[in-house]
């Protein structure tokens, strides 16, 4: 069975008269494990699409299922849970907690699923240690560098065991050598434990460290490259 599995989806935005279709007709399948990489032009649909995958959005028409259970039924309560169990999510900008540590910013996706607070400790200082950031626990985002940040938002994508991590442009605000120890952690975290890794970016350089490459073009996928 398929991890991700999308039917003929497609994504249709009404501006006043204007139908704009975001996505048209995509369909492919993504296993347990693999390492893809979504790239193509502003505006081709792939951040559309990533959000489709993250159940942040549903499609107009089609079927998204995600670990064989189909994601269209589903309520908004059922549909953040999903994200909380299955997802973690890695942005461009980070997204962390100004006045918060670094381990408090790790903490935060324990405090949805009610885990107490000694066990939101220890799960957070082991995501913080895994990306290498231990001793760095009780810093702010402030006292971080950018490749720091990244790391932290990393553990804590990483901290509730979720199978995928789906990043939107990871390195994006970052220079080319710690985009490049980012994007080798991210190696690291898919060859083991295993965690099935999206992201979209437009750099080929980021996009060839994953093993396959998905382009988007006109909210349709033109070419499915793995790489052997």
């Not at 399948?29 to 649909?45: D, L, Y």
């Not at 810093?139 to 990043?167: C, F, K, T």
């Amino acid at each position: 069975m398929a991890f991700i599995e999308a039917r003929n989806i497609s994504k249709v935005y009404q501006l006043g008269d204007i139908e704009l279709r975001a996505l048209d007709g995509v369909s492919t399948t993504i296993g347990k494990g693999e390492f893809v990489a979504i790239m193509g032009q502003s505006g081709s649909g792939k951040s559309t699409f990533m959000n489709l995958l993250g159940c942040l959005d549903t499609p107009t028409r089609g079927q998204y299922l995600l670990d064989g259970v189909d994601t269209g039924g589903l309520s908004r309560d059922e549909l953040a849970e999903i994200r909380n169990r299955k997802l973690g999510f890695v942005f461009q900008g980070f997204n962390l907690l100004s006045r918060t540590s670094a381990l408090e910013n790790v903490e935060l996706p324990m405090l949805y699923n009610g885990s107490a607070a000694p066990e939101r400790r220890e799960r957070a200082l082991a995501a913080l240690k895994s990306v290498g950031l231990e001793g760095r626990e009780g810093h702010h985002p402030n006292q971080l560098s950018g490749g720091q940040q990244q790391r932290v938002a990393i553990a804590r994508a990483l901290v509730n065991d979720a199978p995928l991590i789906l990043a939107d442009e990871p390195t994006g605000n970052l220079d080319t050598r710690t985009s490049a120890g980012i994007m080798e952690l991210f190696v690291r975290l898919n060859r083991d434990p295993g965690i099935t890794v999206i992201l979209v970016t437009h750099e080929p350089d980021i996009a060839a460290f994953s093993n396959r490459i998905i382009r988007f073009s006109d909210g349709q996928i033109v070419s499915d490259e793995v790489k052997r």
